[in-house]
């Protein structure tokens, strides 16, 4: 029994004296800046270190930090490592009570933050949205309180059209109810007049004891909540993630109430969802809060023709252009109103026999045909004069002229049409 406990002793004996040879091997290592034999000594002390003193702990965590930062400018994955080592550290001092190198460490990871900041705004103010993307979530990965740099990845993310990162990122924030607000310190420059922004109370104060600035005021920025939550919906929708999307939007509104795109965004929502009836019904509380916006009776009278609300549908496009003189879209949409009564009486005639009472009502029918298209001629005739050299309307116009056999309108148009296309 006694050799026994002598082999299990002799054993422990061997593991401690590895584990010391393996962390004074990574000390000389990092020392030399040779840190990759250095992480390989900390690779081999890993599975030792579960029953290591928590002093040796402490080191093996110090090491296998300073083997991560290296010389102290990581990159790519490299920094990943670094802020994991980071944190293992510090982590371990809070539970462990060690703090040995502590201080130490924590100077690094500040150190490690600043360059990440310089470098990721350097990339965004460049144009490298990317690499800004990424430097910024690195940020985030190092500090997670700092939650604005998750908002500034996604940002960047945006800007460089990487919709599934950003979509992720703002996703994430809407989690976790991030509204960015911050505190500002705001003075009146004395030489100037104009107002400044300090980065810090104390800055602020200095310069109004100072006689520099005056009129000190405390105040927070707006919530960027809204436009988060508005930038999930759209990264949604393209992903046409709709129903997604339709839940995002409404939160939105919800925090915005009063914002007229957050309104338009959920009808064109449910217009991709062919849901043109709730389309309406939201296009109609936008105009509630924006009655003088030709735009939204635009829409309104698109969704009330496709409805089949033909009078509803003319009376918001005529509101729309009487709003707009200059709303051409919705001109044509009322031309287009009217062709299509025209057509619908002219499959009427078509229907027809040849009786006396057929004759008599092919006349009235042919009346009514040309009086619609008269109509439509006349909206067309504006949208042209707004826009002169559009083909396909002038095309329209000109087939028009011809079923009411206005000749001299036909040719002009005609000739204008194969001088627009030969240009």
């Not at 990759?36 to 081999?44: G, R």
């Not at 982590?91 to 990440?116: A, M, P, Q, V």
């Not at 707004?386 to 000739?415: A, H, W």
Request: glycine fraction near 4%; charged fraction near 30%; include cysteine.
């Amino acid at each position: 029994m006694k050799k026994h406990v002598l082999a299990i002793a002799l054993a422990c004996t061997a593991i401690t004296f590895a584990q010391k040879n393996e962390l004074r091997d990574a000390e000389k290592a990092i020392k030399s800046g040779d840190f990759a034999a250095a992480k390989t000594a900390l690779n081999a002390a890993q599975p030792l270190i579960e029953g290591a003193k928590d002093s040796e702990k402490e080191s093996y965590y110090y090491l296998k930090a300073m083997a991560a930062y290296g010389s102290g400018n990581p990159q790519g994955a490299a920094v990943k490592e670094a802020t994991e080592a980071f944190t293992a550290y510090l982590n371990f001092s809070e539970t462990s009570g060690k703090s040995k190198y502590k201080d130490e460490i924590t100077k690094l990871k500040e150190e490690l933050r600043n360059k990440l900041i310089n470098n990721a705004s350097d990339a965004f103010n460049a144009g490298n949205f990317d690499v800004a993307s990424s430097g910024f979530n690195q940020l985030y990965q190092l500090s997670p309180t700092d939650t604005v740099f998750l908002f500034y990845s996604a940002a960047s993310a945006l800007n460089g059209k990487d919709y599934e990162k950003a979509l992720e990122g703002y996703a994430s924030l809407m989690k976790m109810n991030y509204t960015g607000i911050q505190d500002e310190f705001v003075a009146t420059v004395v030489e100037t007049g104009e107002e400044k922004v300090y980065p810090n109370k104390a800055n602020r104060d200095f310069e109004v004891k100072a006689k520099l600035a005056e009129n000190p005021v405390d105040r927070k920025t707006s919530s960027q909540r809204p436009q988060i939550v508005s930038n999930v919906a759209l990264l949604y929708s393209m992903q046409n993630k709709l129903d997604e999307a339709v839940a995002a939007i409404q939160e939105a509104r919800k925090l915005n109430p009063d914002e007229v795109e957050l309104i338009k965004t959920e009808a064109n929502l449910y217009i991709k969802k062919e849901q043109k009836d709730k389309a309406l019904e939201v296009m109609n509380q936008a105009i509630a809060k924006q009655p003088d916006n030709s735009e939204l009776y635009y829409v309104a009278g698109l969704l009330h023709r496709d409805l089949g609300n033909l009078e509803e549908a003319e009376n918001n496009l005529k509101k729309s252009v009487a709003l707009d003189p200059q709303n051409g879209d919705a001109i044509e949409s009322i031309a287009d109103l009217y062709i299509n009564k025209g057509n619908a009486v002219n499959d009427e005639m078509n229907q027809l026999g040849n009786t006396k009472a057929d004759n008599i009502k092919y006349d009235e029918l042919k009346v009514k045909k040309s009086e619609l298209y008269g109509v439509a001629v006349s909206w067309l005739e504006k949208s042209v004069a707004l826009r002169p050299d559009n083909i396909q309307t002038l095309e329209v116009l000109r087939n028009l002229y011809g079923s009411l056999d206005n000749m001299e309108k036909f040719k002009e148009l005609k000739d204008k049409i194969e001088q627009l296309q030969n240009n």
